[in-house]
């Protein structure tokens, strides 16, 4: 269960001071384009009073680096559910266009959920509790789901029992808490807790539906897709945006028993989606027949419509995608990087064939699997197009306007990813330092009017393989080999090998065995034998036992000498040994802003010198890009285990981070001596290593 979810965590509190310990938690449901909505519980809206004073407070790493809060904004009480007694209640926050609210329109939304029967399972949840009447303490809780009851005079929502590890509990201002199942998906909120904190409840999130009349459609996951030709049980989220959310699955089809890995495409549906929908299945029935052979284009293995959610079931790609290798860092070496921009070519150049446009191609819609590039997320597929997929009611001239569209495109994902570079400017420069000819090729297809680039996907990709370096570059033998062509494969292959038959009998050498006769009374003295030692063995281990109840453990009494954590963090790969307790590194803000938002040229300034929430990052124009959102995540990439620590303090210091990890003087111990039979000791504030006796 990934904790990714924290940072969407906030805080529900009163802007007035004397009302300071009246709070609780909150999560973000929904981002209508103009406000974002909140849930949390209605008798949290209670007590904080009166309702003008409102506060939804954004942390913006989930509170793992402390409690300091980074910025308030002023909420409405959207709908509660306190008059129909069920605790829950809606918050929206409009959009001011101020910078208080970039925080929480970056907010990652959570998904919702509501399975038939989660009792036993395991559950994480987080939230915002008093500590000592004069702080807010964000702290992570987990334990697993008890019995469940339904409530309502329709028995509309369900109550769960929510029973906490030993030495977990739950705390006044927990109250709005998301209830975060294995998979990653909302599926209760905290409402109480019950005595010591050891255990409490949450209501299902089914019961907003009963509060918010005009609950948007898409806010909940289904948990399992069944139908008459398939079944796909749906998993945890990988991506979700405004426009679809994408879900790992396991799907079978009726005709098989064997469970396949996919991913699962779910587009919501609204009121005004009438032609989508009436061009769905077409369009989808269309590119399975034209483009699901093609090597590089992602099979389509099924499809459908839900109450609230078209759906496609694709093929799953292991690696993720492009964008994913750029955002975690990967080096793609510059030949595997042409492979997989010629392959995407030549499935664009396969569907332009087709009279089909992809309309949307980026970094993220090209996907890396086991089978090679695929290519997803075709316009005419996954937006509320009008039109038919392949239809004749364009132009011609529109056609090839829109193959162009596809062309240029897929030349600044190639300035991207073949120099790093976000503008496609920059990375023809630096691209014509070192590959000329391609950076020429590129120059064409980016050309800004549409009949200076070359007259077809087919000639840019010919164009683009006749420029690559005869003599290849480092990390040729990197490239992922090509995979088989489905154009070549029967109309329907079987789908389990044919079993080659067993050779016959007469291939075996013929060669016999003499059998030999044991008399039974020799049998019957070697069992006779064999439990008598067995019985001998055990009396004897008896013996030992009491002989020696004295522990098995090792008495650690040799002093092997001190222990060197400086060295200890240096092997880390931090930078240095703060006390005796954490390593630490500096956080370079300027490269933490390229790594958040894939760059290679943003610079970061604090508004608030003093403050380190206060950080923007900014381009080389001076243009603001946005904010650090996932300090945690750049710790864990930058060092694996550290996580952000604020360095501003009450006492005026610069704005800042660094990344720490507490050190474990144990295996401090384990890895300066090399042995795990080893414990550390802190002897008048120094810390010395001891082996056995």
């Known amino acids: 269960m990934s904790d990714s979810w924290l940072s969407s965590v906030v805080l529900i509190r009163s802007s007035d001071p004397a009302r300071k310990n009246d709070f609780g938690t909150g999560f973000p449901l929904f981002w209508d384009g103009r ?155 905290v409402s109480t807790a019950q005595s010591t904190g050891q255990r409490g409840t949450a209501i299902s999130v089914e019961a907003l539906k009963a509060i918010w009349s005009n609950i948007p459609p898409g806010l909940f996951l289904p948990w399992q897709i069944e139908s008459r030709a398939h079944y796909c049980r749906v998993g945890a989220v990988i991506q979700r945006g405004e426009e679809a959310v994408v879900c790992e699955g396991w799907y079978r089809n009726t005709e098989e028993k064997k469970e396949e890995r996919v991913a699962l495409k779910f587009l919501p549906i609204h009121q005004s989606n009438e032609a989508f929908l009436r061009y769905f299945t077409p369009n989808v029935r269309r590119f399975q027949d034209w483009l699901s052979r093609q090597t590089n284009i992602v ?61 949307n191609v980026k970094p993220s819609n090209i996907l890396v699997g086991n089978a090679g590039v695929l290519l997803t997320d075709f316009e005419a597929l996954t937006r509320h197009s009008k039109g038919v997929l392949g239809g004749t009611q364009e132009q011609p001239a529109d056609q090839r306007t829109r193959e162009a569209g596809d062309q240029y495109a897929l030349a600044v994902v190639a300035c991207r990813l073949l ?15 070192t590959h000329q000819e391609i950076a020429e090729v590129l120059r064409r297809a980016l050309a800004a009017n549409p009949a200076d680039r070359y007259p077809s996907m087919r000639h840019f990709r010919t164009a683009l393989e006749q420029a690559r370096p005869t003599g290849g570059t480092p990390g040729q033998d990197l490239v992922v080999p090509p995979p088989p062509d489905r154009t070549s494969l029967p109309d329907n292959p079987p789908l389990i090998p044919e079993a080659k038959p067993l050779p016959p009998l007469s291939s075996f050498p013929s060669e016999r065995r003499e059998a030999r006769w044991v008399p039974q009374k020799w049998l019957l003295v070697y069992a006779f034998v064999m439990t008598l030692l067995f019985l001998g063995l055990g009396i004897w281990s008896l013996a030992l036992h009491f002989a020696a109840p004295q522990s098995l453990q090792p008495v650690y009494a040799t002093q092997l000498g001190g ?100 050190i474990n003087p144990t295996l401090a111990c384990m890895w300066q001596y090399g042995t795990t039979n080893i414990e550390a000791r802190n002897t008048q504030g120094n810390w010395y290593c001891y082996g056995p006796a």
């Open 419 to 433: 120099t790093g570079d976000l503008s496609p400017q920059n990375g023809l420069k630096r691209l014509g330092t």
């Open 35 to 189: 406000a974002m909505y909140f849930a949390t519980c209605a008798h949290v809206v209670k007590a904080i009073g009166n309702r003008n004073n409102i506060l939804v407070t954004y942390m913006s790493d989930g509170g793992s680096s402390g409690i300091d809060l980074m910025r308030d904004s002023r909420a409405e009480v959207y709908v509660s559910g306190e008059t129909d007694g069920i605790d829950l209640a809606i918050l929206r926050v409009e959009d001011s266009n101020a910078s208080p609210f970039e925080g929480l329109r970056t907010l990652p939304i959570l998904p919702l959920r509501t399975p038939p029967d989660e009792k036993e399972n395991p559950f994480k949840t987080a939230g915002f509790a008093r500590w000592e009447m004069q702080a807010f303490d964000f702290s992570i809780l987990q334990g697993f789901f008890g019995k469940q009851r339904r409530i309502g005079i329709n028995k509309y929502a369900a109550v769960w029992d929510l029973i906490l590890n030993k030495d977990d509990q739950l705390r006044p201002g927990n109250s709005g808490s998301p209830v975060i199942d294995k998979d990653g998906y909302v599926v209760a909120i």
């Open 563 to 662: 222990l060197d954590l400086n060295g200890y963090c240096t092997s880390l790969t931090y930078a240095e040994l703060v006390g005796d307790s954490s390593c630490s590194s500096p956080v370079d803000m300027n490269l933490a802003c390229n790594w958040q938002w894939d760059g290679t040229d943003l610079h970061n300034r604090f508004s608030s010198p003093t403050n380190s929430y206060s950080g923007l990052c900014y381009d080389s124009q001076g243009k603001r890009v946005g904010g650090i959102n996932d300090m945690e995540g750049y710790c864990k990439h930058l060092v694996h285990y550290g996580a952000p620590v604020d360095i501003a303090d009450k006492s005026g210091t610069l704005a800042g981070w660094t990344c720490q990890q507490q």
């Open 299 to 359: 099979d389509i293995k099924a499809s459908g419509i839900l109450q609230e959610y078209a759906y496609l079931i694709l093929e799953y790609a292991a690696d993720g995608s492009i964008a994913d290798f750029v955002k975690q860092g990967r080096q793609i070496p510059f030949d595997t990087a042409l492979d997989y921009l010629l392959a995407t070519a030549e499935a664009l150049s396969y569907a332009h064939g087709r009279q089909i446009t992809h309309g």
